[in-house]
């Protein structure tokens, strides 16, 4: 096995990807939770460590044109290719250094925001220390650091088939050839046990699960970089705090409780723990974590350890809940369900009913809380139900719970997504290039990864915020014409110029509506 340097990712770099959770948007939202006021996101300084080919931080600058963005890292053929982004986008705002953790120093800060994303378990000791180092020296003091790694105990059981991987790729050559073979013996092990029920092949059942879709160079970073130590976060937060660092919270809001879990456990949780730490680490022990995304800040900041469900009043929000066109039933003896996209809610409440269903409504719009309280008490109101102010109180305790159970996103500022499509539509800049660049992944106004169909490539393409639904109806047409799009009605091509323009419209407007619904049209 060769040894994880600057060759192996020069080999096999690392995939390109979007990261929701380390979003400036995130970070400041999860730190205002627990009570830690950050700098706005449309003015900050950005700083990302191990930033592989840059596609996470340039999503972020092409969305906050206001901030600053510096990324570094070990690969010279991850910052090549980071530049040439750049480069290509005309952003101004980021820049990307060849550089090694160990080289930066306290004077190259403050940056408001530190993001070190699957590099701290991947690194040796000492180069731990230089993460932890940095977000101490270089964060600015109301500032907020975001470490992810691998934690202990859900990590043995994969740590196990690490080393059974390693094993049998000791003889590979190379970074790709030993994820190649490693994923050659998991699937033989999958196929050996096929059609057992022992503990040992639901084992190899959920690891197979866990890498079957992933990329060679995922599995070759990730899982066979020869540095890779989970820890138990009681040992990483001790680590942290010898860097003048406290835990402040998990980046993912939802992480942060065991709402899955009856109360006897966390009540049970809090008589065997003496410190929050503790009882973190307890929480790991519950569910088997495998992996966290921990925000840390300077150790002098006061925090919420229990945030109230008030402060859900000070959010923007945004809920993936699924409901029906038609507005539900508010009659407060009538129970409604509402799916999210985890678990589902049942309620008989009136406002809460009419806030689930607003939401799915405006989805994927951020609506302020004050906005979402006053369009679900005109619908209570107009359904002929009497409102006190005590519902105001109840629909935040309910969104506070819908929160902990995942079902809530937060943010502070409302971002510019457009969920109807405007007359002259505009998908990001970020899109077109990556069109342009036939790239594997597409990144949405939210900083996620989305997929996205042929149609739908074509009318991002048009979509620039000049053309009208029936320009882009033409454009079409014209394409298809000349044999580079391909439409069928009854199972026969159209090729009727006239008719191609009349299908092309009503494709275009059901492909509008599916680039709004992911966040792929500006406001």
């Not at 040992?200 to 959920?206: G, K, P, S, T």
């Not at 053309?467 to 391909?486: I, P, V």
């Not at 008719?499 to 966040?519: D, G, N, Y």
Request: with cysteine; glycine share 6%; hydrophobic share 40%.
């Amino acid at each position: 096995m060769q040894d994880d340097s600057e060759e192996r990712y020069d080999e096999l770099p690392y995939p390109t990807l979007l990261h929701h959770f380390t979003h400036p948007d995130t970070l400041r939202s999860t730190a205002h939770l627990f009570g830690l006021g950050t700098a706005p996101v449309s003015r900050c300084r950005v700083l990302e460590l191990g930033c592989g080919p840059g596609t996470n931080l340039i999503g972020m600058a092409a969305g906050l044109p206001g901030s600053e963005f510096v990324g570094v890292d070990i690969s010279a053929s991850h910052i090549d290719e980071a530049r040439s982004w750049v480069q290509d986008m005309g952003l101004g705002n980021v820049r990307f250094d060849k550089r090694r953790l160990e080289d930066l120093q306290a004077d190259e800060g403050p940056f408001d925001y530190i993001i070190a994303h699957g590099v701290y378990s991947w690194v040796p000791a000492d180069v731990q220390d230089h993460v932890l180092r940095i977000c101490s020296e270089l964060l600015d003091p109301s500032g907020v650091a975001y470490v992810s790694y691998n934690t202990l105990p859900g990590w043995y059981v994969r740590r196990g088939f690490r080393e059974m991987m390693l094993r049998h790729a000791s003889k590979a050559k190379g970074a790709l050839a030993e994820a190649v073979a490693a994923r050659e013996l998991v699937e033989f092990l999958a196929e050996a046990n096929d059609s057992r029920k022992t503990a040992w092949a639901l084992v190899i059942q959920a690891e197979q699960a866990t890498i079957g879709d992933k990329p060679d160079n995922y599995l070759a970073h990730d899982h066979l970089s020869p540095c890779n130590e989970p820890v138990y976060f009681a040992d990483f937060a001790q680590r942290a705090a010898q860097h003048g660092l406290r835990y402040l919270a998990e980046a993912e809001p939802a992480d942060n409780w065991m709402s899955m879990y009856p109360p006897k456990i966390d009540q049970a949780i809090e008589r065997m723990a003496d410190s929050r730490i503790g009882r973190e680490e307890y929480r790991d022990l519950v569910v088997g974590r495998s992996f966290r995304r921990t925000l840390l800040c300077h150790r002098d900041r006061e925090l919420d350890e229990q945030p109230h469900y008030e402060r859900i009043t000070d959010f923007h929000i945004t809920s993936r809940v699924m409901a029906e066109q038609d507005l539900p039933d508010l009659d407060p003896t009538v129970d409604q369900s509402f799916r999210g996209r985890d678990n589902t809610i049942t309620t008989s409440d009136p406002v809460v009913k009419a806030a689930m269903w607003t939401m799915a409504m405006y989805y994927p719009e951020d609506l302020p809380f004050d906005e979402l309280w006053d369009i679900s008490r005109t619908q209570v109101e107009k359904a002929g139900h009497a409102i006190d102010p005590e519902h105001r109180d109840t629909l935040a305790q309910f969104l506070f719970y819908w929160m902990q159970r995942g079902g809530l996103e937060l943010c502070m500022r409302r971002r510019p997504i457009n969920r109807i499509p405007s007359e002259r539509p505009r998908s990001p800049g970020l899109s077109k290039l990556q069109i342009e660049r036939k790239a594997s992944y597409f990144g949405n106004l939210r900083h996620e990864i989305v997929l996205v169909e042929e149609m739908e490539l074509a009318v991002i393409s048009l979509a620039d915020g000049t053309r009208t639904l029936d320009d882009m109806a033409q454009a079409l047409a014209a394409r298809a014409q000349k044999g580079e799009l391909r439409v069928t009605r009854n199972e026969q091509e159209v090729t009727d110029p006239d008719m191609l323009v009349e299908v092309f419209r009503e494709e275009a407007r059901k492909t509008l509506a599916m680039l709004a619904r992911k966040s792929l049209l500006v406001a």
